[in-house]
């Protein structure tokens, strides 16, 4: 009987509050004391162990937006509590660690050079600026043209491309013609001279005009 009333006072007042304990500690001495009093009312185990909690244990589980246990279920109430004092201890000791390891780069000292005669020294020459040449844009339409692209090439010996006789020129070569049997700079030449030709126009038809017809 002694001991029942002396769990019921203890349990009134404010001595078992969980204060510098750990969950761990405040839960086995609530055990006892609730047990030795004979509270068996879910409802009141609540409210007395949720009095004796830590101010800011008891908020983080009473705003909890998931998982928030009932008024009615003291032992989700010690599960929800032992869990986030677990985190807490377990974050202090991490931030314990991390005090102890120094961050960051270390420190560089810098020695300054002691100061100099400052000597100016007179400005260098330009360098001589050497004009790029212009590009050339070879015209392949005006026969003149022609002639003195061809003339800066060395080439063999004008004749003809398909039998290689240079009696006759190809126009008069008696001989079938294949492209294949040129070189590279025949068949560049055998083009300018078929271009040229194009371009020409024969003398009956630069001297008459051609006649109008009649329009019926």
């Known amino acids: 009987m002694n001991a029942e009333a002396d769990a019921i006072n203890t349990l009134e007042g404010t001595s078992y509050h969980q204060g510098g304990w750990t969950v761990d500690d405040y839960l086995d001495n609530f055990q006892t004391l609730v047990s030795d009093a004979g509270y068996t009312d879910p409802r009141t185990l609540v409210v007395k162990f949720r009095r004796g909690l830590k101010l800011g244990i008891q908020n983080q589980i009473a705003t909890m937006l998931y998982g928030r246990p009932t008024d009615t279920d003291p032992d989700a109430w010690y599960r929800a509590a032992w869990r986030i004092d677990q985190a807490r201890l377990t974050n202090e000791v991490f931030q314990s660690v991390s005090r102890s390891t120094p961050s960051g780069p270390a420190k560089t000292v810098s020695v300054r ?29 005006v026969p003149m043209d022609v002639d003195i692209t061809r003339k800066t090439r060395s080439l063999p010996p004008r004749g003809c491309y398909r039998c290689r006789d240079t009696n006759h020129l190809v126009r008069d070569c008696p001989h079938r013609m294949d492209v294949r049997l040129l070189t590279l700079e025949q068949r560049d030449e055998l083009f300018e001279d078929l271009l040229a030709l194009k371009d020409a126009v024969p003398i009956e038809e630069s001297c008459f005009p051609e006649e109008e017809e009649d329009f019926v």
């Open 113 to 141: 050079s002691p100061p100099m005669s400052v000597v100016r020294l007179p400005p260098a020459p330009p360098l001589p600026v050497t004009p790029k040449p212009l590009p050339s844009t070879p015209s392949m339409g």
